[in-house]
């Protein structure tokens, strides 16, 4: 008998000790060290700082930290967030009435948990980076031909795009040099944002210091790269909330018995109700992209020169009429941690956002708009224009993939499975918040 064999076999067994319905066809295997990336704790340390320190971004104000907070479950508790511009944390962030942002940060900010497993290969709402061993960075992202060489992962790639963003790091045209270098377009190479943001860490005696012990190219005189701020903080991302320590983790592991309303909602998760067609495995998710009939809200995904409020999702990353309003499949880990749920954050109520999952063409008519959590913002567009546009609601509606109903009895079922994939380690982080950063900025407590 396989290991895997094995492992699905004495699972089924345990669920079988729990319930009077038949085990599901299939459960995954636990997740184990081969899994995940090697982590260099070094590197990992000096990535905790970096995530934290508010000098990676253009006025010097916003960290990694303050979309992705401990607090709110590595997310920032709202639907749409508010980066540049905005001052607070979490749900208590508002606008500042003397530098007002421009719009709202488009899509929901993610969760970090796992995302230094091996599967995640692509990443951002739309996958907009993922691997790809073909080209010569080893990464296809919006860079096209621009992306520079040394990112170790696509993890490393990704949590630099943020810098980029007005809305949620750089600054806005002219308030800063990083912002002027994204405005004009110069984004990698010398005098880019990226290269601007490396000189500012070099330039701090403390940060030298950890890197020369870190790396040891720079330890023998090599300058600090982009990259390699990149690269510690995927370091840290991937330690801190690698998330394998649940009790369904222990059940997978054979170490204890689930609930029996979270046994039997793990019954229903991977077998009758079809959630695993496409949260798949143990981090339940295929990584692959579906249009699900999502609500729309905020200023979508647009250039400033388009003037619609339309998030198409994937589509605009093939241009395939196939992928319009699909999105990545998320991990469920922590889920019951991590609202508002949903690309753009249209669910503070995860039973009713698993009822509008399972058929979207109920969820969709019956959204009540009180579940988003949107700080006011003073001249912004109104949130809710793609939906009070029949035409606009309706592409969405027409784009989703048919589902079934849950009843409330299954939903509950299945909330309980959810709860079951809680892992307050995770949820801790091991390094947590540092007392302070190199650069002395004030710290996202």
């Known amino acids: 008998m396989s290991a895997a ?9 345990v669920l079988l000790g729990l319930l009077p319905a038949p085990a599901p066809a299939e459960m995954p295997a636990p997740i184990a060290d081969a899994d995940f ?12 700082l970096l995530f934290n320190d508010p000098v990676l971004s253009g006025n010097r104000n916003i960290a990694c930290a303050t979309c992705h907070h401990p607090r709110f479950a590595t997310s920032d508790g709202l639907s749409l967030g508010l980066g540049e511009g905005g001052v607070g944390l979490g749900p208590a962030r508002r606008a500042d009435p003397a530098n007002l942002p421009e719009q709202r940060i488009p899509r929901n900010s993610p969760a970090l948990f796992n995302l230094g497993a091996r599967g ?21 992202s919006p860079l096209e031909d621009e992306m520079i060489m040394g990112f170790e992962s696509v993890l490393a790639a990704q949590t630099m795009f943020p810098v980029l963003s007005p809305d949620e790091m750089a ?6 040099d990083v912002a002027r270098a994204v405005r004009e377009g110069i984004l990698t190479g010398p005098g880019g ?24 190219e720079i330890a023998q005189g090599r300058p600090i790269g982009f990259t390699d701020i990149a690269n510690a903080i995927a370091a840290f991302v991937a330690l801190e909330w690698r998330s394998d320590r649940s009790p369904f983790d222990a059940a997978l592991r054979g170490e204890a018995a689930l609930s ?24 339940q998710t295929d990584h692959d992209f579906h249009a699900m009939g999502e609500p729309q809200l905020g200023p979508g995904k647009a250039e400033r020169f388009e003037s619609h409020a339309r998030d198409e999702g994937r589509m605009r990353v093939t241009g395939r009429a196939a992928d319009a309003f699909a999105f990545r499949t998320p991990s469920l880990r922590n889920v019951t941690e991590t609202g508002p749920w949903g690309h753009a954050g249209a669910w503070g109520d995860l039973g009713a956002f698993l009822r509008h999952h399972a058929d979207p063409s109920q969820g969709l008519a019956g959204h009540d708009r009180a579940q988003a959590v949107l700080p006011p913002l ?4 109104p949130d809710w224009r793609i939906m009070d546009d029949a035409a606009e609601a309706g ?10 109903g849950l009843s409330g009895a299954e939903v509950d079922r299945i909330l309980a499975f959810l709860e079951s994939l809680r892992d307050p380690l995770a949820l801790g982080g091991r390094l947590g918040i540092p007392d302070s950063v190199p650069s002395g900025l004030a710290l996202d407590r």
Do not use: K, T
Not at 5 to 12: E, K, P, Q, T, Y
């Open 5 to 13: 064999i094995r492992v699905r076999f004495g699972m089924a067994l």
């Open 37 to 48: 990336i090697a982590v260099n704790e070094a590197s990992a340390r000096l990535g905790q």
């Open 120 to 140: 995640f290969s692509r990443l951002f709402h739309d996958g907009r980076i993922e691997a790809d061993p073909s080209r010569p960075s080893g990464l296809r």
């Open 171 to 176: 600054g806005h045209y002219q308030e800063n």
């Open 193 to 216: 944002a990226w290269d601007i943001i490396a000189d500012r860490v070099a330039a701090i005696p403390a940060y030298q210091s950890l890197f020369s012990a870190a790396v040891p």
């Open 260 to 283: 029996s309303p979270a046994a039997e909602g793990a019954a229903l998760f991977y077998g009758a109700a079809g959630c695993s067609s496409c949260h798949a495995g143990a981090f």
């Open 378 to 381: 003073p001249d912004a567009a």
């Open 395 to 404: 592409a969405i509606l027409a784009a989703a993939r048919p589902g079934r």
